[in-house]
């Protein structure tokens, strides 16, 4: 089994930025495409963007141009940068592979990002 541990949540303003980190205990991160996740309560898990091995991203509409994922294969992190966030943003966020659940992995407890005023 290959533990994921998001971190770097919080509460924020809109407009607001956050930082969020997944550190995964083995060397997945090299090996799938790798993925940001997020709940809203009341709604379905949602991808919100993914990086291939390759480096090549893809996000949902909602968040291009203010989110960026990133990856350092090297200490098995990745890491998404939110800026401009909104209300709707508010969720909690989850890494994972993409698809999900490979290699070994599972859910981890995500971290909390609510935006508000």
């Known amino acids: 089994q290959v533990q994921l541990v998001e971190s770097g949540g919080g509460l924020v303003q809109p407009g607001g930025s956050l930082r969020l980190s997944c550190a995964a205990s083995?060397?997945?991160?090299?090996?799938?495409?790798i993925g940001w996740y997020r709940q809203a309560p009341g709604k379905q898990r949602e991808l919100v963007e993914r990086i291939s091995r390759h480096g090549s991203t893809n996000y949902t509409d909602s968040v291009k141009g203010r989110f960026t994922i990133s990856r350092d294969n090297a200490k098995n992190t990745m890491y998404l940068q939110m800026n401009s966030l909104k209300p709707e943003d508010t969720a909690v966020y989850y890494c994972?592979?993409?698809?999900?659940?490979?290699?070994?992995?599972?859910w981890g407890q995500g971290t909390q990002v609510t935006v508000s005023s």
């Open positions: 083995g060397s997945i991160f090299s090996i799938y495409a």
């Open positions: 994972n592979t993409h698809p999900a659940l490979l290699g070994g992995s599972s």
